[in-house]
């Protein structure tokens, strides 16, 4: 600890107490041994902490004066333990988006009979923080005092002075000429001029690069806290950003004809799902042996997305986003919640994903214009998140919701890495897998085998949640029509390609399974609908139509809205399909080039 040990003749209890106390905090990371979670860059974590407390007591001279700091820590100690012990990881920006965000009438439904409990930690931890407080103010034994205080204060600033200069010029060697001219500038890059100056300075030189990593601060406790909620702040600035620019946003839709018959319209988006993995569209495997049984499913063979990533994709599925602009930030306009809202709907966003992090927010920009959000999943993507059957409750709340007209979201986890964590042990059919192997290195091209297995389960397993969705909504006798879409398929080292996953320029990852269900008694009160939806079964989709089909599938109009783009609607017409390989390319004008069956746009013939 910072304080001269000369200062203590015998350590006192209020000391001991004191100190034991701050380590037991300082030691919260360390956790995760004792779970058989190894604790990342372990050395730089303890050196943060180290250097935090001694910044901290440097500064304030006594506990007196800045235990009042830590009581977020003290309060946040039993959730950050829960977090740990259940899901493997912290308190993170989409936890705290969760608790933000949860009413204390939710909070008490979810914790039921343990609320009790709940408080009774909470008053423990409550009654230690004030006990260390108490024996901080009464004693003056840990005062930092002496010259060796003001040595550190000014090692503490000539270091801040460091990492500002760093920030803002970085550090490290400046970009050789021969880089791409294209390249955006990344703070810490040797770049000059990141951020707010814009002086031409030279970064700092290699060896005076900061000896540790962001992320380890963020992992530190307890003033690592500080450094998720500013995360926090940013994600939340973030959004309220890009919901200002559709703030005043309106369609004007209505439900021409609006009756009080009971209507259930929902849309099911999946994850990470690759077309060709169906057997509902002829894959070898029976990966869909509920769906295929299921009557009234109208099979969508040749859909493509724009782009093969979640936070890109699913907005131009929700929303008037064109493809070509789905790489921008933000967008001027609101979902198809909204219309759905407009037409006297009430509307749910059921979440198995989750809520923030750079790959989440844009997504759930759209989710909040719902008027009812649920993000379910603590455990994020690893192998501690829940299945996407946790997503039936929230949806049996919903459908036994007084309201007649009603539109709900689920948005699934699906076939997220890791494949074998999506699905419990009864799924795991074709082996052998992955399944019960703990981070398996996904960049080994020899586990393709135990990939691919697992990967096919997941869709199994998709199969049967989707066929228990169609249960709970034909049982309720009403008319109900469901559409399913995927946001992005998955490259699996097919042949002899040696790329996985998504987030590069395959077919694989552009064709997306899709289909749609319909109750008879949707049949019966849109048959013209459902006629046109037989008619366009086979026809050349893109993830842009499904903003148009899902308002036409609740008849929801509204001025200037494009049937055309509408495959229930006898005035569809195709239009151009753009994906983002190599720049926008016409999908139906591109060759596919070897095994990773990669999309390249045909060169234009020359006129003569």
Same mark, same amino acid.
Request: glycine share 6%; with cysteine; aromatic share 14%.
């Given at each position: 600890?910072?304080?001269?040990l000369?200062?203590?003749?015998?350590?006192?209890?209020a000391?001991? !107490?004191?100190?034991l106390?701050?380590?037991?905090?300082?030691?919260?990371?360390?956790i995760? =041994?004792?779970?058989?979670?190894?604790?990342?860059?372990?050395?730089?974590?303890?050196?943060?902490?180290?250097?935090? @407390?001694?910044?901290?007591?440097?500064?304030?001279?006594?506990?007196?004066y800045f235990?009042?700091?830590?009581?977020?820590? !003290?309060?946040a100690?039993?959730?950050e333990i829960?977090?740990?012990?259940?899901?493997?990881?912290?308190?993170?920006?989409?936890?705290?988006?969760?608790?933000?965000?949860?009413?204390?009438?939710?909070?008490?439904?979810?914790?039921g009979?343990?609320? @009790?409990?709940?408080?009774?930690?909470?008053?423990g931890?409550?009654?230690?923080?004030?006990m260390?407080?108490? #024996?901080a103010?009464?004693?003056?034994?840990?005062?930092?005092?002496g010259a060796?205080?003001?040595?550190?204060?000014?090692?503490? +600033?000539?270091?801040?002075l460091?990492a500002?200069?760093?920030?803002?010029?970085?550090?490290?060697?400046i970009?050789?000429?021969?880089?791409?001219?294209?390249?955006? #500038?990344?703070?810490? &890059?040797?770049?000059?001029g990141?951020?707010?100056?814009?002086?031409?300075?030279?970064p700092?030189? $290699?060896?005076?690069?900061p000896?540790?990593?962001f992320?380890?601060?963020?992992?530190s406790?307890?003033? +690592?806290?500080?450094?998720?909620? =500013?995360?926090?702040y940013?994600?939340?600035?973030y959004?309220?950003?890009?919901?200002?620019?559709?703030?005043?946003?309106?369609?004007?839709?209505?439900?021409?004809?609006?009756d &009080?018959?009971?209507?259930?319209i *929902?849309?099911?988006?999946?994850?990470?799902?690759?077309?060709?993995?169906?057997?509902?569209?002829?894959? +070898?495997?029976?990966?869909n042996?509920l769906?295929?049984?299921?009557?009234?499913? *109208?099979?969508?063979? &040749?859909?493509?997305?724009?782009?093969?990533?979640?936070r890109l994709?699913?907005?131009?599925?929700?929303?008037?986003?064109?493809?070509? $602009?789905s790489?921008?930030?933000?967008f001027?306009?609101?979902s198809?919640?909204?219309?759905?809202k407009?037409?006297?709907?009430?509307?749910?966003w059921?979440?198995?994903?989750?809520?923030f992090?750079k790959f989440?927010?844009?997504?759930?920009?759209?989710?909040?214009?719902?008027?009812?959000?649920?993000?379910?999943?603590? +455990?994020?993507?690893?192998d501690k998140?829940?299945?996407?059957?946790?997503?039936?409750?929230?949806?049996?709340?919903?459908?036994?919701?007084?309201?007649?007209?009603?539109? =709900?979201?689920?948005?699934t986890?699906?076939?997220?890495?890791?494949?074998?964590q999506?699905?419990?042990?009864s799924?795991?059919?074709?082996?052998?897998?992955? !399944?019960?192997?703990?981070?398996p290195?996904?960049?080994?091209i020899?586990?393709?085998p135990?990939?691919?297995?697992?990967?096919?389960?997941?869709?199994?397993?998709?199969? /049967?949640?989707?066929?228990?969705v169609?249960?709970?909504?034909?049982?309720?006798?009403?008319p109900?029509a469901l559409?399913? *879409?995927?946001?992005?398929?998955?490259?699996?080292?097919?042949?002899?390609?040696?790329?996985?996953?998504?987030g590069?320029?395959?077919?694989?990852?552009?064709?997306?399974?899709a289909?749609?269900?319909?109750?008879?008694?949707y049949?019966?009160?849109?048959?013209?609908?459902?006629?046109?939806?037989?008619?366009h079964r086979?026809?050349?989709l893109a993830?842009?139509?499904? !903003?148009?089909?899902?308002?036409?599938?609740?008849?929801?109009?509204?001025?200037?809205?494009r049937?055309? /783009?509408?495959?229930?609607?006898?005035?569809?017409?195709?239009?151009?399909?753009?994906?983002?390989?190599?720049?926008?390319?016409?999908y139906?004008?591109?060759?596919?080039?070897?095994?990773?069956?990669? *999309?390249?746009?045909?060169?234009?013939?020359?006129?003569?």
């Amino acid at each position: 600890m910072p304080p001269l040990l000369q200062n203590l003749r015998w350590p006192r209890p209020a000391h001991l !107490f004191i100190l034991l106390s701050y380590l037991a905090l300082s030691l919260v990371p360390w956790i995760r =041994i004792l779970l058989d979670n190894p604790v990342r860059d372990g050395w730089q974590i303890l050196g943060i902490e180290i250097a935090a @407390w001694t910044a901290v007591w440097a500064v304030f001279k006594r506990p007196a004066y800045f235990h009042w700091l830590l009581i977020p820590a !003290f309060m946040a100690l039993p959730t950050e333990i829960y977090l740990l012990a259940f899901y493997g990881q912290g308190i993170s920006t989409h936890h705290l988006g969760i608790l933000a965000e949860t009413s204390p009438v939710e909070a008490l439904e979810f914790l039921g009979g343990t609320v @009790w409990t709940m408080l009774a930690v909470m008053a423990g931890v409550a009654a230690w923080w004030v006990m260390t407080f108490r #024996a901080a103010r009464q004693t003056r034994g840990l005062d930092w005092q002496g010259a060796s205080r003001w040595v550190a204060l000014a090692l503490l +600033g000539g270091f801040a002075l460091l990492a500002a200069y760093a920030w803002e010029f970085g550090a490290g060697k400046i970009p050789s000429s021969s880089a791409s001219a294209s390249a955006p #500038a990344q703070a810490g &890059d040797g770049s000059r001029g990141a951020h707010a100056t814009g002086w031409p300075l030279p970064p700092l030189p $290699q060896w005076a690069r900061p000896p540790v990593h962001f992320k380890s601060f963020i992992d530190s406790w307890p003033f +690592g806290l500080a450094a998720r909620g =500013i995360d926090f702040y940013r994600e939340r600035r973030y959004l309220a950003q890009l919901n200002e620019t559709s703030r005043h946003f309106r369609f004007g839709a209505d439900q021409p004809g609006a009756d &009080d018959v009971p209507e259930t319209i *929902v849309l099911v988006i999946g994850e990470s799902s690759r077309q060709d993995r169906w057997s509902l569209f002829g894959y +070898g495997r029976e990966t869909n042996p509920l769906l295929a049984r299921e009557a009234n499913l *109208v099979p969508l063979p &040749d859909v493509i997305t724009a782009v093969s990533a979640t936070r890109l994709s699913v907005p131009v599925i929700i929303s008037r986003k064109p493809a070509r $602009q789905s790489l921008k930030d933000g967008f001027s306009e609101k979902s198809f919640i909204t219309a759905y809202k407009e037409a006297g709907f009430r509307t749910w966003w059921l979440s198995n994903q989750i809520s923030f992090g750079k790959f989440d927010t844009p997504v759930s920009v759209f989710a909040r214009e719902a008027d009812v959000v649920q993000f379910t999943n603590l +455990g994020g993507f690893s192998d501690k998140s829940t299945l996407d059957e946790v997503l039936f409750e929230p949806l049996r709340v919903a459908m036994a919701d007084r309201t007649p007209k009603k539109l =709900i979201v689920l948005h699934t986890l699906g076939s997220h890495w890791n494949y074998s964590q999506r699905h419990p042990q009864s799924f795991d059919r074709w082996q052998p897998s992955l !399944f019960g192997i703990d981070k398996p290195v996904y960049t080994d091209i020899a586990i393709k085998p135990r990939l691919n297995n697992s990967y096919d389960n997941t869709i199994l397993y998709t199969d /049967w949640f989707l066929a228990q969705v169609l249960d709970r909504l034909e049982s309720a006798r009403q008319p109900a029509a469901l559409l399913y *879409v995927a946001d992005h398929g998955q490259t699996l080292y097919d042949g002899a390609c040696r790329i996985a996953f998504h987030g590069h320029n395959t077919q694989y990852e552009f064709r997306v399974p899709a289909f749609m269900w319909y109750s008879e008694q949707y049949g019966d009160r849109y048959p013209d609908k459902v006629r046109q939806l037989h008619r366009h079964r086979k026809a050349k989709l893109a993830t842009e139509n499904m !903003f148009h089909t899902l308002l036409d599938m609740a008849d929801i109009r509204y001025p200037a809205d494009r049937l055309e /783009w509408s495959f229930l609607s006898p005035t569809f017409k195709r239009h151009t399909r753009w994906v983002d390989s190599y720049g926008w390319t016409d999908y139906d004008n591109a060759t596919l080039k070897g095994d990773c069956r990669e *999309v390249i746009a045909k060169k234009p013939k020359k006129r003569r």
